[in-house]
């Protein structure tokens, strides 16, 4: 499962939080309030009951026939439905009261001499029924209000507070956002130059400013790290050239001592002719030893600078191969151009490339009898360079390792005479890579060792 990013957690985290807090105060403000007008509302209509009923009694005492016109003013005047109970018998009501919004229970409690009150859900609406009863004329009396406007007040209140919850949330993603972007920012400046150096380019550093101490202290202990590093880099290379250059001279004299000994050969006994033999065997590999040793120290320090040219790949790729064959005594292998592949340009430095082509020829030479065929392909905007052999092929656990620096396996040892020097398809990679490329190892079509290399081909009027 891929892992979101650092920056996208931390907004959503932010969001969260705010809509989390934001939702938490809503609610608490909600129900408060709720619980607050709930109860002024009906103190106010209790208050309003007791003056109601006095006014029943009155009626009753003075005049029973303007009953009925004294409910409809209530009703009028205070938005509620009042009915009139005398000796359990239903005296009056107003135009819409009912009595199923008036509990037994209420009743009951009513008709004891107790004044009662009762907040009812009817059909999702609340009611308050007030029950006041009138010993003197044996009469109860039963209000019924219905809390619409409040209702209305209420989910007025809902909206304002869902809104501002909403509101509260995008402002905490905002400062969020602002949040992460100036905290993840110096990471991602790491990361960037962590990579560029990762690919070559020693020369990055961050730019120290004075705005935040922690972010200050990073940037100058990453500066001081990545100095340390190519420091030592540098050194290490100028050591491995300093000892390659002092070799060429006392290897120089060696392979002309050998050179004269080999001359001389007839005249040594069958034991010195052996010696002789595995003495320029070890001298040849000495050597390349040294001059892969020198190559490699110089391209570490970027004392030799890549001369990039575009130049047409086919014609180049057959030079290559001829001058390979050529300096290593070899049959020219066979170069097949796909199709589809036309006369396409790559960008590289000429030296470098042959001296990889070389390098990959000759170690098929060493571990695979020979190359068996140079192959051209198109693969979209790359051109696909194949060096194919027909040889034992390399293990899928050993394809990535070639390409280390003094890594030789199983085939060089089984071979039962060490060619290589190790360096070889190392120096292939670097060289590989600083054109832009990639190279890597997979299974020929004659079940031996592919090596494969992806150059990016260059617009141009020649494909």
Do not use: C
Request: proline share 3%; charged share 20%; glycine share 6%.
């Amino acid at each position: 499962m891929r892992r979101r990013s650092l920056r996208l957690r931390l907004l959503v985290t932010f969001g969260l939080g705010a809509l989390i807090l934001s939702s938490l105060f809503a609610s608490l403000t909600y129900l408060g309030v709720q619980r607050l007008l709930i109860n002024v509302q009906q103190q106010t209509d209790l208050r309003q009951s007791y003056v109601n009923a006095a006014l029943v009694r009155s009626t009753l005492y003075t005049s029973p026939p303007q009953l009925a016109n004294l409910l409809a003013s209530i009703q009028k005047a205070t938005a509620s439905n009042v009915l009139v109970q005398t000796h359990h018998q239903w005296l009056a009501r107003s135009d819409v009261a009912s009595t199923k919004d008036v509990s037994p229970l209420i009743i009951k409690l009513v008709n004891a001499g107790h004044a009662t009150e009762q907040t009812l859900n009817v059909n999702g609406e609340i009611i308050f029924v007030v029950g006041v009863p009138i010993p003197a004329v044996e009469t109860q009396v039963f209000e019924v209000f219905k809390l619409n406007n409040l209702e209305h007040t209420l989910r007025v209140l809902l909206l304002v507070l869902g809104a501002g919850a909403l509101f509260t949330s995008i402002i905490g993603m905002s400062g969020g956002l602002w949040v992460t972007r100036r905290a993840v920012r110096p990471l991602e400046e790491v990361s960037l130059a962590a990579a560029l150096i990762a690919d070559g380019a020693l020369s990055t550093r961050l730019v120290v400013t004075q705005a935040d101490r922690e972010v200050q202290q990073l940037t100058e202990s990453f500066n001081e790290m990545v100095s340390q590093l190519v420091e030592r880099l540098e050194r290490d290379a100028r050591f491995a050239s300093d000892v390659s250059h002092e070799l060429r001279s006392p290897l120089t004299t060696l392979a002309t001592t050998a050179s004269v000994l080999q001359q001389h050969r007839h005249d040594l006994s069958p034991a010195g002719q052996e010696s002789l033999d595995l003495l320029l065997a070890d001298l040849s590999i000495f050597q390349s030893l040294v001059e892969d040793l020198l190559e490699m120290a110089r391209s570490d320090a970027g004392a030799v600078p890549l001369v990039m040219e575009t130049v047409p790949a086919v014609e180049l790729l057959h030079q290559s191969v001829r001058s390979a064959a050529r300096r290593h005594g070899l049959d020219e292998p066979v170069v097949e151009v796909a199709n589809d592949v036309g006369d396409p340009l790559v960008k590289v430095d000429r030296r470098r490339f042959e001296r990889v082509i070389t390098n990959l020829v000759d170690n098929a030479h060493r571990y695979a009898e020979g190359a068996v065929a140079v192959r051209i392909d198109r693969m979209a905007n790359q051109l696909a360079i194949n060096i194919d052999d027909a040889g034992p092929g390399v293990p899928l656990d050993e394809r990535e390792l070639v390409f280390e620096r003094f890594f030789r396996g199983r085939a060089a040892h089984d071979r039962g005479i060490a060619r290589g020097t190790g360096l070889g398809l190392a120096l292939v990679r670097d060289h590989v890579k600083a054109f832009g490329g990639t190279i890597t190892v997979l299974e020929s079509a004659e079940h031996g060792a592919r090596f494969q290399i992806l150059l990016p081909i260059v617009p141009g009027e020649r494909e």
